[in-house]
């Protein structure tokens, strides 16, 4: 757990569970957009469950923001469950990719062993140019950049936060739990969340 005080910004991912993503991404978006806080990423994808869609939001925020964003994001109608972690309860990757000039990396096979320190592999091969791609936290991929950055750094483009929890069971389990209980009676299931008893409103 995090020993960081409530009252300092962090890094927080938010995991978002929704039965239906038409329309909820620019809600989503206006309850950060009114707080003024930025989004760093946002990732949405199929998630465990058919047909359930998992959002995976990374922000730079206190905890007691965090917990009241996240509560306001789970009273939208088509969201099943909100949950808040610090970087410490996830394991966490990011993709990105990298065009360098082809000439170059022939060249100077320094290029080369560089990028396999960094752990990058080639996914694309042209007369032109060569795209590497690299998967790792935002620090490695960041190194990268600098790292090619001497030998003609054409593009770079870096994906969202993709995140698992450490600490879930699976969120189908906590559904099947759910629909066993009676109408009203939410899954005591997040520590964060469970910490707070005041109702946010806009």
């Known amino acids: 757990m995090s020993t960081q005080h409530p009252i300092e910004k962090q890094e927080f991912t938010i995991t978002v569970y929704t039965e239906n993503q038409i329309g ?3 809600r989503i978006a206006i309850i950060f957009s009114r707080r003024k806080i930025n989004i760093e990423s946002l990732n949405t994808s199929p998630s465990e469950i058919e047909g359930i869609h998992r959002f995976t939001i990374l922000i730079h925020e ?3 923001v965090v917990r ?3 509560s306001q994001i789970e009273k939208q109608v088509e969201v099943l469950k909100v949950y808040y972690n610090t970087n410490e309860d996830v394991i966490w ?11 170059v990396i022939a060249e100077k096979a320094l290029v080369e062993r560089l990028l396999r320190e960094n752990g990058a592999r080639a996914v694309v091969i042209r007369k032109d140019y060569t795209v590497f791609e690299t998967t790792g936290h935002r620090e490695e991929t960041e190194n990268l950049i600098n790292v090619l950055q001497p030998y003609g750094l054409i593009e770079f ?5 993709i995140a698992i ?3 879930s069971e699976g969120f189908h389990r906590k559904l099947q739990e759910f629909e066993k209980r009676e109408p009203g009676h939410d899954v005591v299931e997040n520590e964060y969340l ?5 109702v946010f409103t806009m």
């Open 24 to 26: 909820l991404l620019n």
């Open 68 to 70: 009241k964003v996240a």
């Open 165 to 167: 929890i450490k600490g």
């Open 194 to 198: 469970n910490k707070g008893d005041k």
């Open 157 to 161: 483009v870096r994906s969202a936060r």
């Open 62 to 64: 206190t905890e007691e």
């Open 93 to 103: 990757q990011e993709m990105a990719l990298y065009k360098v000039p082809t000439d």
